[in-house]
């Protein structure tokens, strides 16, 4: 019983040590506050004793040494535990960023590995049918009232994968801006964000969050374009990307674990 209930608390202190952390820094800063204006007040009256004591003597520089360090005591401890909370919070929350990030690429990672595989047992043109299901599946609900924006880079209804946004554009038109954005990595870009990626699309931003996720140099912008008939009866192209966007930091994860791409 005991043994059960010290393992649940452990975990639970465990899973949220970095709420605890911050909530415990909150209360700190407050209790500084309080134990420096409480100290400050009490050191006022132990000098004003000390000096009624002596009858009018000067108080020395130990004496009052002494007695401020005696009255600061509490409060710098307390402000020092106080930091020593918001540090190791900080330092936890770095920790899972990181172990986060690691996981995500691994994920990736897979996720590749399995694409090339699939290709190679099953062939390109199962891979096309696939992505080609996946695509009429998106465009089930097109209708010709459909709300796209306009690139002016062709009529062709385009739906991108990350926000699910219509756009009227043509194959050509998007392949080029593939490349060059791609051919930023060769001149040094080391992450291309998704709102950039939207900007040279003529897209508007889809806004924080999902505008600062993006892709790392040792993947570079890769994606297919599933075709379909919607069911208005035109064509429509699905932007589906090989690998998602991810963080500043999971991108760095991800090229730490992949040879960084000769574009």
Known sequence: MI???VKT???FCSKN???ILTVGACAGVVATGYFAFKSGVKTVM??????FEKAGED???KEKAMIIVKGCAVPAAVGGLTMAMIISSRIIDIKRAKAM???YAILAESADTFRRKAIEKAGEHKIDDICGEIAK????????DIQAESTQGGNFLFKDQITKVYFRADADFVRKVQNKVNAFYAQGENFVTVSEWYSYLGLESPGEPVSELGWPASCGIKFDLASTICPNGEPGYYIMYEVPPMTQEEGEAYDANHYILDY
């Open 101 to 103: 990030a690691a996981s």
């Open 137 to 144: 599946d998106e465009f089930k609900d097109c209708t010709d």
């Open 9 to 11: 608390v452990t975990t």
């Open 46 to 51: 132990d000098l004003q004793d000390i000096e």
């Open 59 to 61: 108080i020395t520089p």
């Open 3 to 5: 043994k059960n209930l």
């Open 17 to 19: 040590a970095s709420t």
